[in-house]
């Protein structure tokens, strides 16, 4: 048996803006063209990660992602809503950046 070409994944999260994202498909090779084509069908971005997309596959459906997974998720998350031109309430995205101090805490301290 040729290894050669792993089984292409994907999985779809669903994110409601209250509760952690939840995992709504997921598919291998014919299903996972299928849950892709759906995605480009209703234009809903696609983020392109085999580890990640490994890790969410071991996820039954309806479960929400681990906690931490949260912060790589809501990157995600955020970034696609940039596509889509939506932006969090209060959120100017012409305004000017404004700076901020910010200070790394190592384990040193």
Same mark, same amino acid.
């Given at each position: 048996?040729?290894?050669?070409?792993?089984?292409?994944?994907?999985?779809?999260?669903?994110?409601?803006?209250?509760?952690?994202?939840?995992?709504?498909?997921?598919?291998?090779? $014919?299903? =996972?063209?299928?849950?892709?084509?759906?995605?480009?069908?209703?234009?809903? +971005?696609?983020? /392109?990660?085999? #580890?990640?997309?490994?890790?969410?596959?071991?996820?039954?459906?309806?479960?929400?992602?681990?906690?931490?997974?949260?912060?790589?998720?809501?990157?995600?998350? $955020?970034? =696609?809503?940039?596509?889509?031109?939506?932006?969090?309430?209060?959120?100017? +995205?012409?305004? /000017?950046?404004? #700076?901020?101090?910010?200070?790394?805490?190592?384990?040193?301290?």
């Amino acid at each position: 048996m040729n290894n050669a070409n792993p089984p292409r994944q994907a999985i779809a999260l669903k994110y409601d803006g209250q509760q952690a994202p939840t995992l709504t498909a997921k598919g291998d090779d $014919a299903l =996972a063209e299928a849950i892709l084509k759906l995605a480009r069908e209703n234009e809903v +971005p696609i983020y /392109e990660n085999a #580890e990640l997309v490994k890790l969410l596959a071991r996820m039954e459906l309806g479960d929400s992602i681990p906690e931490e997974l949260y912060r790589t998720i809501a990157e995600i998350i $955020a970034f =696609a809503w940039t596509l889509k031109g939506k932006f969090p309430a209060g959120y100017d +995205p012409h305004a /000017e950046p404004v #700076e901020r101090d910010v200070t790394e805490r190592g384990d040193d301290y």
